[in-house]
């Protein structure tokens, strides 16, 4: 069985979920990985450099640059018909592309894979991350989402020939048009691949609140800022900080819910995280269910406690 791995990078470097996703790759069978996009020369001599990788194809044009599902949909359906599954990390931009190519394909996606049974049968979570469901499929192609968290990251030794492609369909984005983008840079870990994540709910009350209360412990601890969704529908934190099943899947070494109440949706985000760290006023929070660690505190008081002993102890 062969697998085109369409791989997330950032030009210069692989992101460390596509090296999940090649993982699980490998246990389909030989796999090639995908790395489009413009001026994406680093990001292809790293792809070589993964375990288990035989063949980069690299391929180039503006639209690719972009991130237009419409272009990798034109470029990828084509080199699907020399490959058993196409597999992609389940990303934003992963959710975005996979789509358009399983309808084109006329197969039907596996989205969120956590575990490969075997060629054909798949575990994905359902209803929020509270049951399991193993899919088997009977299409002659897979297009399949890995949800990244669920995979340990291949490692670095390989030696890949690397490919110039013709971007072809894909330097075009059909009806669709690229206008702009806003791209938020931080100094902070980025939040998926962070070791250490500190989030806030809607008990911070305001934007204001959750800068003044979030972000310095997680600079303090050097991790990434995380937020419900009720704190990000409220305005309080930007859509890019969501974690929860409709935001970002993330499971760090340390996770700490600082005024979140633990709802489902979140819960299905971050319940995978090594060790949970709960900090709520409400004894009966959800949140404490999953949580290694709860305190039953107002933030306000209790985050500056932390913060001070943290500093006492030189971190």
């Known amino acids: 069985m062969t697998v085109l791995v369409i791989a997330d990078h950032d030009g210069k470097s692989i992101r460390e979920d596509t090296l999940k996703t090649v993982t699980a790759a490998a246990q389909l069978g030989d796999v090639d990985i995908l790395v489009a996009g413009k001026?994406?020369?680093?990001?292809?001599?790293?792809?070589?450099?993964?375990?288990?990788?035989?063949?980069?194809?690299?391929?180039?044009?503006?639209?690719?640059?972009?991130g237009m599902a419409e272009a990798f949909e034109a470029l990828v359906v084509p080199l699907?018909?020399?490959?058993?599954?196409?597999?992609?990390?389940?990303?934003?931009?992963?959710?975005?592309?996979?789509?358009?190519?399983?309808?084109?394909?006329?197969?039907?996606?596996?989205?969120?894979?956590?575990?490969?049974?075997?060629?054909?049968t798949f575990v994905r979570p359902i209803y929020a991350g509270n049951a399991l469901e193993t899919v088997k499929s009977s299409d002659a192609k897979k297009v399949i989402t890995v949800r990244p968290t669920a995979f340990k990251p291949a490692g670095e030794g390989g030696s890949g020939a690397i490919s110039k492609i013709d971007a072809g369909a894909g330097a075009g984005a059909g009806g669709a048009k690229f206008i702009s983008e806003e791209i938020v840079k931080s100094d902070r870990p980025e939040l998926g691949a962070a070791k250490i994540v500190v989030s806030g709910g809607r008990a911070m009350g305001s934007a204001e609140e959750f800068t003044r209360v979030?972000?310095?412990?997680?600079?303090?601890?050097?991790?990434?800022?995380?937020?419900?969704?009720a704190a990000v529908d409220a305005g309080y934190a930007p859509n890019d900080y969501q974690v929860g099943q409709t935001g970002k899947v993330v499971a760090p070494d340390l996770y700490i819910a600082i005024g979140i109440s633990g709802a489902i949706q979140h819960l299905a985000g971050m319940k995978d995280s090594k060790v949970i760290v709960a900090i709520n006023k409400d004894p009966d929070a959800p949140i404490f269910a999953v949580a290694d660690y709860g305190l039953v505190s107002d933030y306000k008081t209790a985050v500056p406690d932390l913060m001070a002993a943290l500093k006492k102890a030189g971190k």
């Open 80 to 120: 699907a018909a020399g490959y058993d599954a196409v597999l992609i990390p389940s990303t934003s931009q992963g959710k975005n592309i996979a789509p358009r190519i399983a309808a084109k394909l006329d197969v039907a996606p596996i989205t969120d894979v956590i575990q490969i049974v075997d060629a054909s």
């Open 214 to 229: 979030i972000e310095p412990l997680a600079d303090l601890l050097g991790g990434a800022v995380g937020a419900s969704r």
């Open 39 to 66: 001026g994406v020369d680093g990001a292809a001599a790293a792809a070589a450099k993964i375990t288990g990788v035989k063949k980069v194809l690299v391929a180039e044009s503006d639209a690719l640059g972009h």
